[in-house]
């Protein structure tokens, strides 16, 4: 089982990055998706989830209205799509999975793949 986050960089403050997270290894279309981060000095913080299917999304406060998931199924990927970046956003982003939603959100997926840096400079 792989999840590959990819897609981060340096981005001005007001700017907008597409991250993908791509899946490997065994069938996840039953599975719910997550996007967390990690800022330097913090707790590891969810951000978003999503079902396969889109019909179930879950943002954390701190990016809603900012930050949106969507799939691709026929490439099984999931994207976490930011615009209007602040400073704060800055950390590195993980894409996890885990067959339950709500373990997603409480932060303790089944499968982590390997984190992306994102870098909002003011």
């Known amino acids: 089982v792989q999840l590959q986050a990819f897609g981060g960089g340096l981005v001005q403050a007001g700017g907008s990055l597409r991250l993908s997270c791509e899946a490997s290894?065994?069938?996840?279309?039953?599975?719910?998706m997550g996007w967390f981060r990690q800022a330097p000095g913090k707790e590891r913080e969810f951000v978003a989830a999503?079902?396969?299917?889109?019909?179930?999304?879950y943002h954390a406060d701190p990016v809603k209205g900012r930050f949106t998931t969507s799939t691709d199924n026929a490439k099984n990927t999931v994207y976490l799509e930011m615009s209007s970046l602040k400073p704060e956003d800055t950390a590195v982003y993980y894409c996890?999975?885990?067959?339950?939603?709500?373990?997603?959100?409480?932060?303790?997926?089944?499968?982590w793949g390997k984190g992306t840096q994102v870098t909002v400079s003011s």
């Open positions: 996890a999975a885990d067959s339950q939603l709500r373990t997603v959100v409480v932060g303790s997926p089944e499968y």
């Open positions: 290894g065994r069938t996840f279309s039953s599975y719910f």
């Open positions: 999503t079902s396969w299917s889109g019909n179930r999304k």
